[in-house]
Nanobody
């Protein structure tokens, strides 16, 4: 059974940067694609970025392209989200998620991910 723990959220000024980190345990981390989602109050959960099990494949929501970078370290069982050029619209609870099946390219939906962290809050002020 997988477990995910996020860290690194907090307050940031518009134009600033934050790095979120997620540490995984319980499953063979290197075999699973990972993702970051976010959910703002009153909004649906939104896929922010995904990364393949090797780290060679990455995808981003249009709203964060060029500003956010997802990366992983399979030796440390971690996946990071580097966020720069932050805007108030980035304010949300950010979740780390692990794909349901190993060696798969998950669909960009919440159902494709089986394990979730508890979330870390990011608040951007102008």
């Amino acid at each position: 059974q997988g477990q995910l723990v996020e860290s690194g959220g907090g307050l940031a000024q518009a134009g600033g940067f934050l790095t979120l980190s997620c540490t995984a345990s319980g499953r063979t981390f290197k075999n699973y694609a990972m993702a970051w989602f976010r959910q703002a109050p009153g909004n649906q959960r939104e896929l922010v970025a995904t990364i393949s099990w090797t780290g060679g494949g990455k995808s981003y929501a249009e709203s964060v392209k060029g500003r956010f970078t997802i990366s992983r370290d399979n030796a440390k069982n971690t996946v990071d989200l580097q966020m720069s050029g932050l805007i108030p619209e980035d304010t949300a609870l950010y979740y780390c998620a692990q794909a349901r099946s190993p060696f798969s390219v998950p669909l960009p939906t919440s159902n494709s991910f089986q394990y979730w962290g508890q979330g870390t809050q990011v608040t951007v002020f102008s």
